[in-house]
């Protein structure tokens, strides 16, 4: 089954549903708002490199998730999912893939207990908005659409009460998610948190100033700022977003290593390629080369080009390692990177742990120390996919010349 082209058509069946169903009251939860899901839900299964029918799920449930507004809001994650079955057995969707999308649907129930991995991206990406800068903007959507629907004179205080409760007990599932999202969430529950103490005195002293999101089965004797505060030159405080920086470095990290994991896999492809076809080549034709002397030279072309292709792709794998110790000077000088293992390995526990406290009270140090360990994996990344490149160029132009050059002994010797 060709998922990328169902997904079209699912696309096209939830787009002309909104189309056909329109309802002015839902000026959230519509078509934009559904594609955005979709969006989020496209970014962090990408991230997490799903299989074909994995992120067909994924995909489909974020198209389907919201329809049932618009035929039985009360319990629109059902009837999504019903709909969503409705059109996945007009297509001849197995039983199994039917029941997945179903209950990656109802996952973005509130509040939210996704189970598996699928179901976790699909209510990361229904409430994806709420680490985003277009928090406020589509808080106050949802506020206008609660009142329409329900008819309901809901107060701005009582709706921010609200949000903050929901902000305060919400948290996501993914790691991608967290990373990416918390420490931006965490500020919005800090202003709302801020103006509900400006509008209400006595909470003003239950409010804390800075908000740290829980995270799940971790208790804490007190909150920690998300943001560190430093004066400017004027003497007013200013906000270095610390844990934004942290978060930009770990997925960098994260994404280098899952490249390097591609590179790896690439070249093994290759090497175990090309291994089996010099295998045939030494067993089978060189043996009898005696008999069929036309083929001698296309032979030993496509042995060369073998050979090529193995040998640059263990270049791209070959592991490159350093001198492995450092010294004080290093250390003070700022020069080393003792977050690569090839930089400490031959050192003893007693020098690396006393280098990494040196670095880790060092906050320029350590900044520096995580710059060159992403600057160095893209360095070691160039290398890779650049002798990768080779190898991919020299086995796809090599066997195009072998191949010709086979058919052209053939068609001489005939």
């Not at 490159?320 to 003070?332: A, E, L, S, V």
Request: proline share 3%; with cysteine; hydrophobic share 40%.
């Amino acid at each position: 089954m060709n998922y990328y082209t169902l997904l079209d058509e699912v696309k096209q069946y939830v787009t002309s549903f909104f189309h056909t169903h329109a309802n002015d009251k839902l000026i959230y939860h519509n078509l934009v708002h559904t594609e955005n899901v979709v969006s989020a839900a496209i970014e962090i299964a990408n991230h997490y490199r799903l299989n074909d029918l994995d992120y067909f799920i994924v995909v489909t449930a974020a198209w389907f998730h919201d329809i049932g507004y618009y035929t039985e809001p009360a319990r629109h994650e059902e009837k999504g999912a019903e709909e969503a079955a409705a059109f996945l057995n007009r297509k001849d969707v197995d039983a199994k893939t039917i029941e997945t999308v179903g209950n990656c649907i109802r996952a973005t129930r509130l509040p939210q207990n996704p189970q598996t991995l699928l179901e976790k991206i699909v209510a990361d990406a229904d409430l994806f908005h709420l680490g985003t800068a277009k928090f406020a903007e589509l808080n106050k959507i949802i506020r206008k659409e609660f009142i329409e629907l329900h008819k309901i004179d809901i107060s701005k205080d009582e709706w921010r009460n609200k949000t903050i409760r929901l902000l305060e007990t919400h948290q996501y599932h993914t790691d991608y998610c967290r990373l990416l999202l918390n420490d931006t969430k965490a500020k919005h529950l800090e202003k709302l948190k801020a103006k509900a103490a400006e509008k209400n005195p006595e909470l003003k002293n239950a409010v804390p100033v800075a908000v740290e999101v829980a995270q799940p089965q971790t208790t804490k004797s007190k909150l920690k700022p998300l943001i560190t505060e430093e004066l400017d030159e004027k003497g007013k405080r200013k906000a270095r977003p610390d844990r934004g920086i942290e978060t930009m470095f770990r997925i960098t990290s994260g994404n280098h290593q899952r490249l390097s994991d591609m590179a790896d896999s690439k070249a093994h492809i290759m090497i175990s390629v090309n291994s089996i076809i010099i295998s045939v080549l030494l067993s089978v034709l060189l043996k009898n080369l005696e008999q069929f002397p036309q083929y001698t030279i296309p032979a030993m072309t496509l042995l060369a080009v073998s050979l090529v292709t193995i040998v640059f792709a263990i270049l791209a794998t070959r592991p490159n390692i350093p001198r492995g110790t450092f010294t004080q000077t290093d250390i003070n000088e700022k020069k080393v990177n003792l977050l690569f293992f090839g930089n400490f390995f031959k050192m003893s526990m007693d020098d690396y742990t006393s280098g990494m406290l040196q670095m880790m009270d060092d906050r320029d140090f350590l900044y520096r120390s995580l710059i060159k360990d992403v600057y160095s994996q893209g360095v070691v990344l160039g290398s890779k996919y650049q002798r990768l490149r080779i190898s991919y160029n020299v086995f796809m132009y090599g066997l195009i010349v072998s191949v010709i050059a086979f058919s052209i002994a053939a068609i001489v010797t005939t």
